[in-house]
């Protein structure tokens, strides 16, 4: 149900509205890139993060199936490729997978969920926490 490839956009957490301003808006994203996910496993994720540039994690998590209602929820681990400009980051997902309504019309799968900066990283702290959104790509 994860499996894919994702547009993934993250978005940095603050209260404050744009007012209808589309630079504060777009200062808002944190990171956007493409998420590729598999599932070797009922329970088991695998994948990359790809930023552009370079810029890529490698993902490694675990899924736990919805029971009783309850959505499919993921925790994923992204680690920095050695030698490239990601090494020494990390970067841990907590997210489901969002409602798909019964009557909704041209819906497209979402993952809905945050992240943690796990380890600092070109200057910036560890625990900075963003919100992401991903709608696969079709």
Do not use: C
Not at 1 to 22: C, L
Not at 78 to 87: F, V
């Amino acid at each position: 149900m994860i499996a894919g490839t994702w547009t993934y956009r993250s978005f940095i957490n603050t209260p404050n509205p744009v007012g209808g301003d589309p630079n504060q808006a777009l200062a808002l994203i944190f990171g956007e890139g493409v998420l590729t996910l598999t599932t070797p496993s009922s329970t088991a994720v695998t994948g990359n993060l790809d930023f552009g540039g370079g810029f890529v994690l490698d993902l490694q998590g675990t899924v736990t199936p919805g029971a009783q209602g309850l959505p499919v929820t993921f925790e994923i681990v992204g680690t920095g490729r050695t030698g490239t400009p990601t090494d020494g980051w990390e970067y841990d997902y907590h997210g489901s997978v969002g409602y798909q309504w019964p009557n909704g019309v041209n819906q497209v799968p979402s993952l809905l969920g945050t992240a943690i900066r796990a380890k600092p990283h070109d200057g910036g702290p560890a625990g900075v926490v963003a919100s992401f959104i991903a709608v696969l790509q079709q």
